[in-house]
């Protein structure tokens, strides 16, 4: 069973930067394509960032283009989101998430494509 866990998140003002974490155990990180999703209240959860099992191949979100940074550093076994000039409305829970797949990725849009979870981590926003 992979287990995703989240760290980074907390409370940022307005054109401030944030990392987000995601450590995978067991060390099998190398096995997965990844991506972040984020759910703010009374919305659906929706992709903000995923990248390729090697972590050479990058896909945003127009909401997050030219802002956040997503990684993967497998021999670390861990998943990045880097987040920079944030907004109000990037306030939100943000998962972790993993999909495997075969010899060609493509990005994952919808979360039922994926198969394993994190828990989530509080991101806000003050403007």
């Known amino acids: 069973q992979v287990q995703l866990v989240e760290s980074g998140g907390g409370l940022v003002q307005a054109g401030g930067s944030l990392r987000l974490s995601c450590a995978v155990s067991p060390r099998t990180v190398r096995n997965y394509a990844m991506g972040w999703f984020r759910q703010a209240p009374g919305k659906e959860r929706e992709l903000v960032a995923a990248?390729?099992?090697?972590?050479?191949?990058?896909y945003y979100a127009d909401s997050a283009k030219g802002r956040f940074a997503i990684t993967k550093e497998n021999a670390k076994n861990a998943l990045y989101l880097q987040m920079s000039s944030l907004r109000p409305e990037d306030t939100a829970v943000y998962y972790c998430?993993?999909?495997?797949?075969?010899?060609?990725?493509?990005?994952?849009?919808?979360?039922?494509?994926?198969?394993?979870w994190g828990q989530g981590t509080q991101v806000t926003v003050s403007s």
């Open positions: 998430a993993a999909h495997s797949y075969g010899s060609t990725w493509s990005p994952r849009i919808l979360e039922e494509e994926y198969d394993y």
């Open positions: 990248i390729s099992k090697n972590g050479d191949t990058p």
